[in-house]
């Protein structure tokens, strides 16, 4: 079984940071890739940044610019960066991670951590 849990939320004004940590553990091979997504109320899950094995990253749009993904694979740990945040980034961020495990790879989920950012 594979735990993944998410960290560092909160309650940050416009124009703040706030960094979110993600670790990944159990009985995991090797990470394949990590990823952020959110979901803001009344609206679908987006993806906000991925973390491929190989170093590559990706952004969404809304986040290009202000977001910053690292990671440690080795670690089995995920960063969300998070500058000049607005509004419209309050909602609950999920930790994605795609590994590699005895039954072949497999995607499991964090529970969440809300951010808000007050205008």
């Known amino acids: 079984q594979v735990q993944v849990v998410e960290s560092g939320g909160g309650l940050v004004q416009a124009g703040g940071s706030l960094r979110l940590s993600c670790t990944a553990s159990g009985r995991i091979f090797s990470v394949r890739a990590m990823k952020w997504y959110r979901q803001c109320p009344g609206k679908q899950r987006e993806l906000v940044a991925g973390l491929s094995k190989s170093g590559s990253t990706a952004y969404g749009d809304s986040v290009k610019g202000r977001f910053t993904i690292s990671g440690d694979n080795a670690k089995q740990m995920v960063y969300l960066q998070m500058n000049s945040l607005e509004a419209e980034d309050t909602a609950v961020y999920y930790c994605?991670?795609?590994?590699?495990?005895?039954?072949?790879?497999?995607?499991?989920w964090g529970q969440g951590t809300q951010v808000t950012v007050s205008s």
């Open positions: 994605n991670v795609t590994v590699l495990v005895d039954g072949g790879i497999s995607t499991y």
